[in-house]
């Protein structure tokens, strides 16, 4: 597809329980981004991946929050013994490197967790 | 970590009516951006500013790079029900890739 495609769209897990967000970036995007966005609130960074560099981790919550990449395609987010609080809709995003567009994120219309 | 404040927090207007929103924040940013986000959505960028003094349009959209880099103001001009969103300003720095967000502006326009 031509867009970021995340998934699933929709989940509800119990609270301890292990989950897993898969986000697909748009081809030839070098930088893919996560970011959480709790009800009403706005957009909270997360992690972000550039390429083989080490990623920018700097946002993660808890030791419970991880997220892989492998070159520049698909991610995944990991969320281990899942809290209520981590209830959200988890976006991702990707973008170019090049030139001054890089924060011109293109994002994918997110992950919604439910923990109950 | 860098915080942005983005005001006001709601705003219910008239069909037609012009429609303005700010961002501040207590530290520089390099490039200023404003999103909208559609119910169920990911946000949109509408706008990027790369340069302090900066005034830019796209249609009815007018944003502005504060002069001092610490703050930026969206004005919708003649606003329609389409327009109806979240508006998020962010703010990024050379060096540090993320996108620092903004609270949100929840807009909603009355037919």
């Known amino acids: 597809g031509a867009g970021v495609s995340q998934s699933p769209s929709n989940k509800v897990t119990e609270k301890g329980k292990d989950v897993e967000l898969r986000c697909d970036p748009i081809s030839g995007h070098t930088a893919l981004y996560w970011y959480r966005q709790r009800l009403g609130q706005g957009l909270e960074f997360l992690i972000y991946f550039q390429g083989n560099s080490a990623p920018d981790k700097s946002g993660l919550p808890s030791d419970r929050f991880s997220a892989e990449r492998t070159g520049e395609s698909v991610s995944t987010l990991t969320i281990q013994r899942t809290q209520q609080e981590d209830s959200a809709v988890y976006l991702c995003a990707s973008t170019t490197t090049t030139g001054a567009n890089t924060g011109e994120l293109f994002f994918g219309e997110g992950s919604r967790l439910t923990v109950l | 970590g860098q915080q942005l404040n983005q005001s006001p927090q709601s705003m219910f207007i008239q069909e037609g009516e012009d429609v303005s929103m700010n961002c501040t924040s207590s530290?520089?940013?390099?490039?200023w951006l404003w999103y909208k986000q559609d119910p169920g959505e990911g946000p949109v960028l509408l706008i990027a500013?790369?340069?302090?003094?900066e005034l830019t349009s796209n249609g009815r959209l007018t944003a502005q790079f504060g002069i001092t880099r610490k703050d930026s103001f969206l004005n919708i001009s003649a606003s329609i029900p389409s327009d109806v969103g979240i508006y998020f300003c962010a703010g990024q720095n050379t060096g540090r890739r993320a996108l620092t967000f903004g609270s949100g502006t929840r807009l909603q326009v009355q037919p």
């Open positions: 530290s520089i940013f390099n490039t």
């Open positions: 500013l790369y340069k302090a003094g």
